[in-house]
């Protein structure tokens, strides 16, 4: 089964992916996460994402596409993947079609999370994630059971994104609703695009996943 999460950022798109990564057995690919490992590894992509990330920009649309097509190729994509923070444009989107088709693949659903602007802000403000499993937190809304200790793996170590500060999201939700909310229409006419309410509660949200992968 593939999937997409699509949804502005703050939605929820990383929580639920690494609820589904685990009930479903398959592989969260966060377009994000990738280019952030890119360049804390000085890679060439690395060196040309990090101005344009930094700033609340996208990056091109050929480094994401020929990313992800490579990352798709992974033998552990086999059995089933969630996209997480691509297609961000409509040349992705089409670009993912063609390759899907090449590869022999295809896709199960689409599915918006649903959240209003005036609260994703504070999402992302209160965004923390484990340095040692990654697993994400939140100031108010998803805090660790014991204070300053990760749930997931023990760690005591936690990090945030130099991207998650006030000026950048503004920037970040300009360039969602200019370039990715038009991905929206592209995919409700093809039948595959399902909505949930990303303003619910996080267990909440994961049952409507639930019910539209179920029902798909
Ligand atoms: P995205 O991957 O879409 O950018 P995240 O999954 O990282 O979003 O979530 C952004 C922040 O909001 C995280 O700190 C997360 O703990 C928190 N969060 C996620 N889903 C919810 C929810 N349904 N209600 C409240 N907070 C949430
Ligand atoms: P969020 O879910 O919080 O918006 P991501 O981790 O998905 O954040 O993305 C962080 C940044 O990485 C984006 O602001 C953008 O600069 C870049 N990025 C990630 N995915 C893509 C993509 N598919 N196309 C272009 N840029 C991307
Ligand atoms: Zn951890």
Redesign the pocket.
Known sequence: MNVILLGP??AG??TQAKRLEKRHKLVQL????M?RAAVASGSELGQKAKA??DA????PDDL?IAMISDRIDQPDCAGGFILD????TTA?AEALDSMLAEKGLKLHSVIEMKVNDDILVGR?TGRFTCAKCGAGYHDSFQKPKEPGVCDNCGGTEFKRRA?DNEATVRT?LEAYHAQTAPILPYYSDKGVLKAVDGMAGIDEVTDQIEDVLGAA
């Open positions: 950022p703050g798109k990383g966060s377009t994000g996460d280019l344009l990330m609340g920009h996208l990056v994401m923070g691509f297609p961000r992705q992302i991207d970040r």
